[in-house]
C-alpha cells in the first residue's frame, strides 16, 4: 500500500522542522552570550579538530599481539564488589539483564539478543520516546544533533531527549554482573563479555550518537573498569582482551582530544578527568599521560566545584553528588593502585559530604534543588535512587573513614560495598547552619513537637557563565515537617526535549520565593544559559534560639529598580519571611509563592492555609497584612519527580503591593 502525505501533516511536519531550527538557534545564540573571547577561539580550533576527525574511518584499530597481554589486577575492588553480589537491588538488576527486561530512566526498551550483534545493534540507537532510531555508525559522531528532540511522538521527525538513548550505553548494567563474576556465579562474565561486544559492534568509533559528550565515554570506561577488575588479570581470553584494550584507547583518546574547557568546565570536566584516570589505570602500558593527566584535573577540579564550605559550585544537591561521587570513585582507585590523590581533594570530598548531609532531611532526602537528570557514576538499573545524596554520603563516610557523615537513613546499594561503607546511621548537625560561600542556609530544630528541617538559597545562580544546571531560585525556601515534604522545589522534567516546560521550571514563578510583576529574577535563554542573572549575596546572620538569616538579590534591579531582600527568621510559633523590595516607589505588584505535593489538603479560612496531611494538620501558612491568596492547581502547578516525569502539585499564591516595608508570611507549626 502506498502511502500519501496529506497536506495538514507536510505543514505539520514544516512547522516542525523549523521549530527545531529556532530551538538550536536559540541554544547556538545563548551559548555564544555565555563565551570569552578565549573560548571563542577554543571553539573555533575545536571545530577544526572535528572537521578532521570525521575525514578518520570508522572503526575499532588492532593492537596487535601486545593488545592481548593480561590486563591489570585490581584485588580490592574484586573483593568488595564479590560483597554486593546477594544485595536484593542488584539481584533484580541481573535477573532484568538475562531476562532482557531492560529499563532506564523510566522507560522500556525492547528486549535485545546480545549474542547476535546484528539483532542488537537497533538496541543501542532505540529512542524510547518516539520509536525511532538515533544515528549509528553510518554518521559521524560530530555531524548528530542532539538538541533538536521532542518530549512526545509527532509529524516533527524529531526524536526524543537524548539523554534516554545515552542511558543504557553507560553499561551501567554491567555493574551488577561485575559484582556477579566476582562472587564467582556461573555465566556471568559471559553476558558481560557479550554486552561489551555487542556495544562495540553497533558503535565504533567515531561514529553516531555515542561518540558526542565526553561524560558517556568516561561512564563507560568506568564499567568495563569494574568487569576487569571483577574477572581479574587471567579472567578474560587473549582476544577479548585485545577487544577491551581498543575500548580503552578509543575512550581515551577522544576524551584527551576534546576537553569540556571554559563555560563548559562543569562536572562533564570531573568526568573526563575520571575517564582519563581509568584508561590509565586499565592501560598502563600506553605510557602515564592518561592517567597522570585525569589526576591533574581531577584534582584542580575538585577545588573549583566544591567550595571551601563543602557546597557544591553547580547549585544542585544531585549534581553536587555525582561530582562528589566522580572524586570519591577516582580517590579510591588512585590510593588503592598505590598513587593517591592529593590531601586537599580528600577534604573537599568530606566537606561536600558534609553538605549533603546538612540539607538532608531526616528520611535521607534532599530537596530538589536546580538540575538533576538522575545521572550515577555507580548503578544498578533500573533503580532511580530517590536517596541518592544519602548513599554518595555515606561512600564518602566509607572512604575516609568518618561514620560522623552517614546519612540518617539511605537505600542498600551496590555502591556500599565498594567504598566498605560502615553499618549505621548519623545525625545530621542541629540548629542554624550557614554556607557561607555557596550561599545555603540549612536548619534543623523541634517546634510544637515537630522535627522541622528547613533550607533557604542566598547564593549564585549558578556555575560558569552558563549556570547551566542552576535554577532561578534565590531566596527560596523548602521546608520539611518529620520527614513529610511541605515546600517542594519544581524539579527539572527533561533537557533539550523540555523546551517551554523547561524554561517554566527553570524560572522564578516554579519556585518558593518572590516574583515582582510576573518576572522571573533571572531569565532563561536557552535549555542551558540565560538572557540575565540575579546576583544573590548573604546580608545578617544571626544565631542562637531567635535566630535569623537575611539574603539580597538584583535580579529586578535594571528592569524595575529594586532589590529584593528576604529574611527567615524563628518566631515564637514557627518561621517568619519578610519580604521588602528595597527602592520601590512606588509600590510594585508582587506575588509570593509556595509549591506544595499533592498529596497534602490545603484549606482556606480567611486567607490563612492550613496545610495538613493523613496525620492532621501540619501547619498554617498566614499571609502578609493586606495580601490576598489564591490555590493553583492543575496545569499551572506541576514539578517533577524524576527525569522525564512530571506529576500535580499545589501552589499557594499570595499577591499584594510591595515596597520599602517588610510583608511578612507567618508559618506557625501545629503540634
Avoid at 593480561?70 to 537491588?89: C, E, I, K, Q, T
Avoid at 525492547?110 to 544515528?135: I, N
Avoid at 566545584?305 to 561530582?323: M, R
Wanted: aromatic share 6%; charged share 20%.
Amino acid at each position: 500500500m502506498v502511502h500519501f502525505e496529506t497536506a495538514p501533516a507536510r505543514r505539520r511536519g514544516r512547522v516542525g522542522r523549523i521549530g527545531a531550527r529556532l530551538s538550536r538557534l536559540r541554544w547556538y545564540a545563548g551559548r555564544l552570550r555565555a563565551m570569552s573571547a578565549a573560548e571563542v577561539l577554543h571553539r573555533l580550533e575545536e571545530a577544526r579538530r572535528k572537521r578532521a576527525w570525521r575525514r578518520r574511518p570508522v572503526g575499532w584499530e588492532d593492537g596487535g599481539e601486545r593488545a592481548q597481554a593480561p590486563l591489570p589486577d585490581f584485588p580490592g575492588l574484586r573483593r568488595r564488589l564479590a560483597l554486593a553480589a546477594d544485595l536484593p537491588a542488584v539481584r533484580e538488576s541481573l535477573a532484568r539483564t538475562r531476562e532482557g527486561r531492560l529499563r532506564f530512566l523510566g522507560r522500556d526498551w525492547p528486549p535485545a539478543a546480545f549474542a547476535d550483534p546484528r539483532e542488537s545493534a537497533g538496541f543501542w540507537l532505540h529512542d524510547p520516546v518516539t520509536g525511532g532510531r538515533w544515528p549509528g555508525r553510518e554518521v559521524s559522531s560530530f555531524l548528530v544533533d542532539v538538541r533538536s528532540t521532542s518530549h512526545q511522538p509527532g509529524p516533527e521527525g524529531t526524536l526524543g531527549d537524548v539523554k534516554y538513548v545515552w542511558e543504557p550505553s553507560r553499561l551501567q548494567v554491567l555493574h551488577p554482573l561485575a559484582a556477579a563474576v566476582a562472587a564467582g556465579e556461573d555465566g556471568a562474565l559471559d553476558t558481560g563479555l557479550r554486552l561489551v561486544r555487542a556495544w562495540m559492534d553497533a558503535n565504533p568509533p567515531y561514529g553516531g550518537v555515542h561518540w558526542v559528550s565526553g561524560i558517556e565515554l568516561a561512564m563507560r570506561l568506568v564499567s568495563v573498569l569494574l568487569l576487569v577488575a571483577a574477572a581479574g588479570p587471567e579472567g578474560f581470553a587473549p582476544d577479548d582482551r585485545a577487544r577491551l584494550r581498543a575500548f580503552v584507547g578509543a575512550h581515551a583518546h577522544h576524551l584527551a582530544a576534546f576537553p569540556s574547557l571554559h563555560s563548559s568546565a562543569n562536572n562533564h570536566r570531573v568526568a573526563e578527568g575520571l575517564g582519563l584516570l581509568v584508561a590509565g589505570l586499565l592501560m598502563p602500558e600506553a605510557g602515564s599521560g592518561w592517567e597522570a593527566e585525569g589526576r591533574a584535573i581531577l584534582e584542580a577540579e575538585a577545588l573549583r566545584q566544591i567550595l571551601p564550605d563543602g557546597v557544591g559550585a553547580e547549585q544542585s544537591p544531585t549534581y553536587h553528588g555525582f561530582t562528589v561521587e566522580m572524586l570519591a570513585l577516582a580517590a579510591l582507585l588512585a590510593r588503592e593502585a598505590g598513587r593517591p590523590l592529593s590531601g586537599a581533594l580528600h577534604e573537599r570530598l568530606e566537606r561536600g559530604a558534609a553538605f549533603l548531609l546538612a540539607l538532608m532531611d531526616e528520611t535521607g532526602r534532599v530537596p530538589a534543588i536546580g538540575d538533576d537528570d538522575e545521572g550515577r557514576v555507580l548503578g544498578q538499573p533500573p533503580d532511580r535512587e530517590p536517596r541518592y545524596a544519602a548513599s554518595v554520603a555515606a561512600a564518602v563516610a566509607g572512604l575516609s573513614g568518618r561514620r560522623d557523615l552517614l546519612p540518617p537513613a539511605r537505600d542498600p546499594h551496590l555502591r556500599d560495598a565498594v567504598f566498605a561503607v560502615p553499618e549505621g546511621a548519623g545525625l545530621p548537625p542541629e540548629g542554624l547552619t550557614v554556607f557561607r560561600a555557596g550561599g545555603y542556609t540549612a536548619i534543623r530544630e523541634r517546634i510544637a513537637g515537630r522535627r522541622v528541617h528547613a533550607v533557604f538559597d542566598h547564593g549564585p545562580l549558578g556555575y560558569l557563565t552558563l549556570a547551566a544546571h542552576g535554577h532561578a531560585d534565590a531566596l527560596a525556601l523548602w521546608l520539611a515537617l518529620d520527614g513529610q515534604p511541605v515546600l517542594i522545589d519544581a524539579g527539572t522534567f527533561l533537557y533539550h526535549s523540555g523546551q517551554g516546560r523547561r524554561t517554566v521550571l527553570r524560572e522564578s514563578l516554579a519556585h518558593n520565593t518572590l516574583a515582582v510583576s510576573g518576572a522571573s529574577q533571572s531569565v532563561a535563554a536557552a535549555g542551558f544559559s540565560w538572557t540575565s542573572r540575579a546576583q544573590a549575596s548573604l546580608l545578617a546572620e544571626a544565631p542562637g534560639p531567635d535566630w535569623s538569616v537575611t539574603g539580597v538579590h538584583d535580579g529586578y534591579l535594571r528592569r524595575f529598580g529594586v532589590r529584593h531582600r528576604r529574611r527567615l527568621s524563628r518566631s515564637p510559633a514557627g518561621l517568619a519571611v519578610a519580604d521588602r523590595l528595597d527602592g520601590a516607589s512606588p509600590l510594585l505588584p508582587v506575588e509570593i509563592r509556595f509549591l506544595l505535593p499533592p498529596d497534602l489538603a490545603l484549606s482556606r479560612q480567611d486567607g490563612v492555609v492550613v496545610v495538613s496531611h493523613a496525620s492532621g494538620a501540619l501547619c498554617r501558612i498566614r499571609p502578609p497584612s493586606g495580601f490576598g491568596t489564591t490555590l493553583v492547581r492543575g496545569e499551572d502547578a506541576v514539578h517533577s519527580t524524576a527525569f522525564g516525569h512530571l506529576a500535580p502539585a499545589q501552589r499557594i499564591v499570595f499577591f499584594g503591593m510591595l515596597g520599602a516595608d517588610e510583608a511578612v508570611t507567618e508559618i506557625a507549626i501545629l503540634s
